[in-house]
T-cell receptor, first 114, second 114 residues
Framework: EDQVTQSPEALRLQEGESSSLNCSYT??????LFWYRQDPGKGPEFLFT???AGEEKEKERLKATLTKKESFLHITAPKPEDSATYLC???????????????FGSGTQLTVLP | KAGVTQTPRYLIKTRGQQVTLSCSPI?????VSWYQQTPGQGLQFLFE???????NKGNFPGRFSGRQFSNSRSEMNVSTLELGDSALYLC?????????????FGDGTRLSIL
């Protein structure tokens, strides 16, 4: 069974204080790892897809990295508008080669104080 | 380019009733997935449709069903509503739903059961 664990559950940062969110996963075969941002009352907004260990993706103040067991979302010099819940999800591959559905972690609620 | 559209945004029902939720995917996307989001359980996968066929199914009772039309629009139905069905129901679309393609979410339907 695919498992995704995110830590910490909640994180409060001062504006400009860089930090990292962790996503640990257990899957039999990884097809892709996804990061999403969710604001209150909204659906998750896609940020990044990572496909293989060693891969990195960047977007503004966010950088996502991937190893064989975990992914990190690094936030550099965050601003209050970065406050949101960040979700990690994995898509695994069945033995037949077809893809399974996304399995989500419980998320990290990030608050950036001005 | 229009995003994923879900209707209605809010619904209030009573126990025992049934409800139908609608999802219009991004133009050109053929895979539609449905999720239930609650504070206690997070995002839980319901089912995925591709080319009018259910391709993946989560661990939900048979009261939860769905379908997809030839234009890729999808509906989800919940019969004999229970208090525990109160949740945010999210629809997500992707090009084909595998190969690690990202899913793009709508803003959901907030279902409240009285």
């Amino acid at each position: 069974e695919d498992q995704v664990t995110q830590s910490p559950e909640a994180l409060r940062l001062q504006e400009g204080e860089s930090s990292s969110l962790n996503c640990s996963y257990t899957v039999s075969g990884l097809r892709g790892l996804f990061w999403y941002r969710q604001d209150p009352g909204k659906g998750p907004e896609f940020l990044f897809t990572l496909y293989s260990a060693g891969e990195e993706k960047e977007k503004e103040r966010l950088k996502a990295t991937l190893t064989k067991k975990e992914s990190f979302l690094h936030i550099t010099a965050p601003k209050p508008e970065d406050s949101a819940t960040y979700l990690c999800a994995v898509q695994a591959v069945r033995s037949s080669g077809s893809a399974r559905q996304l399995t989500f972690g419980s998320g990290t609620q990030l608050t950036v104080l001005p | 380019k229009a995003g994923v559209t879900q209707t209605p945004r809010y619904l209030i029902k009573t126990r025992g009733q049934q409800v139908t939720l609608s999802c219009s995917p991004i133009s050109g996307h053929r895979s539609v997935s449905w999720y239930q989001q609650t504070p206690g359980q997070g995002l839980q996968f319901l089912f995925e449709y591709f080319s009018e066929t259910q391709r993946n199914k989560g661990n939900f009772p048979g009261r939860f069903s769905g379908r997809q039309f030839s234009n890729s629009r999808s509906e989800m139905n919940v019969s004999t509503l229970e208090l525990g069905d109160s949740a945010l129901y999210l629809c997500a679309s992707s090009l084909e739903g595998y190969k690690g393609q990202p899913q793009h979410f709508g803003d959901g339907t907030r279902l409240s059961i009285l």
